[in-house]
């Protein structure tokens, strides 16, 4: 069983920048590719990135990349992203996940999911 926990949502300008956490429980986080994904309201929830167990390879949603950074501290069992130059579209409840098998941009492939945590950014 695998628990996890978001942090370092909240509101920003346009432009600006925030770093959102997800720490994970358990002695097997390394195991695990990491994504996370966000839903807007009234939207379904989406891909925005995925990193691979050991953190050599990650993936991004066209709408991130060269914004966002998805990179993990397996020794603090944490999964992180740096989000820059954010946009009003950015703006979503962010979620991450664990996957035991590989990075997917279906939500139906995680094996667990956190509680989220939200990001509003104004214009």
């Known amino acids: 069983q695998v628990q996890l926990v978001e942090s370092g949502g909240g509101l920003v300008q346009a432009g600006g920048s925030l770093r959102l956490s997800c720490t994970a429980s358990?002695?097997?986080?390394?195991?695990?590719?990491m994504s996370w994904f966000r839903q807007a309201p009234g939207k379904e929830r989406e891909f925005v990135a995925g990193i691979s167990w050991s953190g050599d390879n990650s993936y991004y949603a066209d709408s991130v990349k060269g914004r966002f950074t998805i990179s993990r501290d397996n020794a603090k069992n944490t999964v992180y992203l740096q989000m820059n130059s954010l946009k009003p579209e950015d703006t979503a409840i962010y979620y991450c996940a664990a996957n035991r098998r590989s990075i997917t941009v279906y939500t139906a492939s995680y094996d667990y999911w956190g509680q989220g945590t939200e990001v509003t950014v104004s214009s």
């Open positions: 358990g002695r097997t986080f390394s195991m695990y590719a």
